[in-house]
Structure formats: structure tokens, C-alpha cells
């Protein structure tokens, strides 16, 4: 209780709250944004964190994230359109609700769910980190190799609908990871003879081409616009009844959401339609589902905040981001030179008690910012995407740069950019190739190490509990797909 | 989307897969032997992710699969797409020679035009108030020193 007071304490210094404060408004802007969403903003607010001290810049970081998850139910229940994927249930019902003059009362509910939904998957990252990281001490190279694997795999398979592009995509990602020089020996690999790929091509860049630059040459190749009209955003907010009626939609929805955002590679979006689902299936009324029911909006949105919290409890304890936001936050704390992990809470525990008076803080801002704009939040998401994503591009190629002050990078940023504008016209996701540079080094050094500690025997993956149940899941996770199509097509000819 | 039109761009694609594996295969062969023997060199790991490229691009062309709807860009589409990156690399390239202040507002310019933004007032005011934005933000606020 006295960290937790501490953590408090430092959350609630004044340059804290300003990131916190800061963080907010720009998650909620990012996620209202079509074409922006929670990732994006973090990829751009990435290089700004660079001068910061770590808690002002992971407390701005954890705001965005939280904040974005709500934003993207503006634009879901103004025009119809999420803002954001994980805002893509909250279309159902609450755009219908605008469509009947009521407004007010979804953005009331959207708004009380999130922060409900929010305040939970904090209260699980609580529980669930010191236990797991404990757990996690015991881990040796074996272990760290099969927990890599695992997280391909998981990640890889769950990604996106076609699962052999989403593995083609981690394969690509691993690629990137060799390039520069071998951790264990310093033999160059991929470096095509130059100089400027020996350090590699770096987390930061490929984070800001694949999720900014990406992005926003979409938006120059298709002159994309925002059709967002202003009426019917007016009607009065929900009652303090109304909304402590859905105190069941919203428990549902943040206890779906805290357990799939936990989940590496499930995600908000999988989060929420589950939630959104489930809630009809036990509604006693499920035709209303569509057509307007609050309960609609309260569990979707309920379950993308459970998962913000949800999804850290992988990236504290084991170093293994759980959604692409997620390993955008992992590139925020590598590059303030925090390495999360079993030791974190340990080594670190003053950062991690404030990250946990963050978040909580975080909700307070984001219902705050969220209640107090909303109208203004209905203008500012109608800025055109052809003003916008030159700006995008703009400020992602000059924050790849200041990270290092490398103009190298700034090229790569473009690279990886041009590439992950390809890859998802071609419907290759891009999560896993950002997973596979993050967990490449995790499997490639720890299955080496774990070799030469053996004399070269493979038995030693297993020997240990821990990495025979990892590679099992792994095996699994990765022959799901083909399973699931194969019972499938055993049910179609039956 | 017919299956003539299909099969060329997932050959391509596939292709490309397949060529990439093939030089990390070539680029692997001159990395240093192991230094334990019976433990993987430099050039394991490498050779593996090649192998697993090569394989899954066999995949890729073999299997009956449909042109994603995302895949479809028109003429013009290509055409903004390419002067847009074409833009930023002459930005990349201008950088360290004119300055960040310079530099910033004709990249802005550019790109919104490209984008389809035609008002003159606009694309000068934002332009401007973007490197103004950068340098402020950067410069004097974080204390970063930009080219």
C-alpha cells in the first residue's frame, strides 16, 4: 500500500499530470481520427518521449493508449464510422442511437463504460503482474526461447485472416531483426558491406514507418475524406439511473476484455465484438441489438479499456507486447532504457507502482477530456485526411530522425513505411513483422545460449516444465488455423 | 476479380518471397563457422527464416487464393503514391543541405497537394505553420538540434 502511495505521489507531480493531461488529449484525438488510431499516436508521440524523463514519458504513453481506446467511439457513434478497429461494435448500436436523437446519452455511455472498463483491466495489470513476474524469475534461456516461440505463434496465427501472411509477415520482421551485427559473435549479417546497417534497422523506425508513414501514404494514394456532419450529436446525457442499470453489460465487458487483452495477440478488437456478442446472447432482448441498445455500447466499449491494462500484464512480466499498441509502448521504454521483464518489478518497482497510479489517474483524464469535448472533439475529427496526413508524414520522418540523431533512420522510416503501405494492400498484417523484430533476438540468442549450455543437446527445451507446456501451446497455435479450417470443411461435406 | 488477373500479381508476389530467402541464403554462406561445435553459427538462424521464406512462398503460389479488395489501387492512385515518395526522399535529400526550416514547409506543401488540396492559402498557411510548429516543438521546447 505505501509503494501504491508512492506511485500515487509521483503521478500526481505536476509534470507528471501534464503528460498524463497531455496524453489524453491526444489518445482521444487519434482514436476519433479515421485512419489514425491508438497506435499511430503512439508512434508519433514516440519521438517527443525521447526528451523526457521515463515516468513523464511512459505516464504520456499509457494516457494515449487509454484514451485512444475511447476516442474511437466518437466518430463510431457520430457518423458511423470507428474511429478506431477496436471502436467497430460501438458502431452498431451507437451510431443507431445518434440516428434517434440520443446522442448524448451514448457518448454518456460510451464514456462511463470506458472509464469502468479501464479502471478493471488496471485492477487485473495489479494482480497479475507481481505473481506472473515472480514466476518468470525462474526463466533461463530455455524458457526465454520457448516464450518467444510462443509469441509468434500466438501472434502470427491470430493476426489478421489469412494466417500464412500473417507468418510470411513474421518472418519478414525476424529478417529485420538480422540485419546488423550477431549479439554473440559480432559477425556482420545483412549488411549488404555498408556501414550504416551494422547497428541494425532499429525498432523506432520500423514502428513509425509501419504504423505512421504507412498509414498516411494510404491516405495520399486514395484522397481519402472524412464525411462528418455535426447534427444529431446533440441530446441529453444519460441519467446516473440509466447508466447504473448497465452495471451488467459493463462488468461483462470489462471481464472479456481483461482476459483477451491479456491474451498476446487477441486484442481489443476481438475484445470487444466477443463483448458485444455475448451481450446479445444473454439479453433477453436480443433483436434490440443493432437498433439502438445501450447495452450495445456499454460492453464493446467497456471491453477495448479492460484491454489496455490487460494487455501490459505480457509486456511488464515478460517483455512480450501484447497488442501492436503495445509494442509501440515496448519501443517507448527501450528507448528510455527500461527493460521490462521478471526483474522489473523489482529492479524498478518505483516506475511500475506510478505506470499503475498512471493508469488510474489516466481514466480520470480521459472521462474529463472526453465529457468536457465532446463537441469540440466532433469538429476536430472532421480535419481533412489530406491536411492531416502530410503532417503525419511530416513530423514521423523528423521524430525518426531526433531518436538518434540519424538521418539513416529517417530513411528507414520511409523504407518501412513504402513496405508496410504494400504489405497490407497485399493483406499482410503488420503486427507480427513488428513482433518478429522484437521477439527475434528473445528466441535466436536464448536457443544459442541454451545450446552451448547443453554441449548442442535439444533435450534441454525439454526438460524444463515451463518451455515443454510453451512449445506445446506453440504447436497448437500454430495448427489451429488448420484444424479449425479442416473441421470446417468436415462439417461442410458431412 | 478473374482468375487471369489473379494469378500474375500472387506470382509476383510469391516471386519476391521466394527471391528474398534466396539472398539471406547467399548472404549466409560467407558468415563465420560456429565457435562451440554442435552449437548454431551466425548463420543458423538466418538459413532457417531463408528456408521458412522459400517454403511459404511455394505456399503463396500454389494456393487458390483471391486478389484482397485493398490490393486495388487506380491510376492516379499509383501515380500520387509514387510522386509522394519520390517528394520525401528529395526531402531526405535536401535535409542536411538547406535545414530542417527550410526544407519542411515545400515537403507539406507537396504532399497536400498531392493529396488533393488545392486552396493556395491553405497549402501555404499549414505548410508554414507546420515548420514553425517543428522547430518550436524540437528545437526551442525539447532542445533537440535538427539539420
Redesign the interface.
Known sequence: MTEFAQGLATALQPANLAALLGGSVLGVFAGAVPGLSSTVGLALVLP?T??LEPTPALLMMISIYMAAEYGGSITAIAIGVPGSSPALATTFDGYAMTRRGEAGRAFGISLFASMSGGIVGTLLLVAALGPLSRAAIAFGPPEYFALGVFGLAIVANLVGT?P?KG??SA??G??AF?VGL?V??G?P??TLGTTVLMDGLGLVPMLIGFFAIAEA?N?????RENVLGTEGIRGALPAFRDLFRLWRPILRGSAIGGIIGAIPGAGATIASIVAWNEERRVSRTPERFGTGEPAGIAAPEAANNACVGAAMIPLLALGIPGSASAAVLLGGLTVQGVAPGPLLMTEQASLVYALYAGFIVAVVFMLGVGRLGIPLWVRVVSL????L???V???S??GA??LR?N?AD??FA?FFG?VG?LM????YPLAPAVLGLILGPM??TN??RA??LS??SHTVFLESPISLVLIGLAVISFAAPALRSRLRLGRGGA | MSEGSRRPAAFVEAGLVALLGAGVLLDARAYPAPLIEGVPGPAFFPGLVAFLLIGCSAVLALRPSREPASARMEGGGVLRLGGAVLWVAGFLLMLPLIGHLAALPPLILGLMWLSGERSPWILIAVSLAFGGFVHLLFVVTLGVPLP
Open positions: 517527443v525521447f526528451a489469412d500464412l507468418i510470411v518472418l519478414l525476424l529478417l538480422i550477431d554473440l559473435t559477425a549479417r545483412l501514404l491516405g495520399v494514394s486514395g484522397h481533412r485526411p489530406r491536411i496526413m502530410p503532417l508524414v511530416g513530423i520522418l523528423i530522425f531526433v540523431g538521418l529517417a530513411w520511409l513504402l503501405f497490407l494492400r497485399r493483406g528466441v535466436e536457443y544459442r545450446l552451448a554441449s548442442g
